[in-house]
């Protein structure tokens, strides 16, 4: 396997089943951004909303997003899937990771279910107390790993 493929396995195994991170939407130049529930499959990050809600419509108009959580920034294209329930991989993870949200939202007739595909991941490490810039960019698979500098 490449550097890009190791680094990348490591880094979603290093981000585990699920998270509660920040998902930023825009719409006509307006950016708005929540907490999120999110699960990873396969590499993929996957929540759910209301059709009702602002950000179902700003993702139906916009599939450009961004998640975050502590030191991890990730860019992705965000798809609707249709609803929750008719996804037994993603039930089975949200089920396990956010159980009083599964019980109380999954099965609502609104709720649909969005898959973001990450086309670029940004992650500071710190090596002792040394800052590091990870970044993967997923379409071209590169790896890169370098010193933060500061000026």
């Not at 951004?33 to 916009?62: A, E």
């Not at 450009?64 to 959580?69: G, H, P, R, S, Y």
């Amino acid at each position: 396997m490449n550097t890009f493929f190791n680094n990348y396995e490591k880094f979603l195994s290093d981000f585990g089943k699920g998270r509660k991170m920040v998902l930023s939407t825009s719409q006509d130049n307006i950016v708005s951004s929540r907490m999120m529930s999110v699960v990873l499959i396969n590499g993929v990050f996957y929540f759910q909303t209301d059709i009702t809600f602002k950000k179902y419509h700003q993702l139906s108009n916009n599939h450009n997003v961004a998640l975050c959580i502590d030191n991890i920034q990730i860019e992705g294209i965000c798809e609707e899937i249709g609803h929750p329930l008719n996804n037994t991989s993603f039930c089975e993870r949200f089920q396990e990771c956010f159980k009083g949200s599964y019980e109380a939202y999954t099965s609502l007739k609104n709720e649909r279910l969005f898959a973001v595909k990450p086309t670029y991941i940004e992650r500071w490490l710190y090596k002792e107390i040394v800052p590091y810039i990870e970044t993967f960019d997923i379409k071209a698979q590169s790896y890169k790993i370098s010193k933060y500098i500061g000026m």
